[in-house]
């Protein structure tokens, strides 16, 4: 069981590897995304509403 369990985890490994290296593209592809790298998971269009307002607040201080 031990030995399934730990495949399952490297197979979800590589799969996620290749999901970061294609998202990792598509940023390098449009610049003005970069400094939103981190976020492309979930959000490769724009970032998170909520970061967006913690950085605007961050900047006002």
Known sequence: ???HF???GVIISLLS????V???NIVVNKPHQDQYSAFTIYAP???PPMF???????DKE
Request: proline residues 4%.
């Open 45 to 47: 269009a724009t970032p």
């Open 52 to 58: 967006d307002q913690w950085l605007s607040n961050k």
């Open 6 to 8: 730990a495949l399952q």
């Open 22 to 24: 294609v998202l990792s």
């Open 17 to 20: 590897a290749v999901f970061f």
């Open 1 to 3: 069981m031990k030995i």
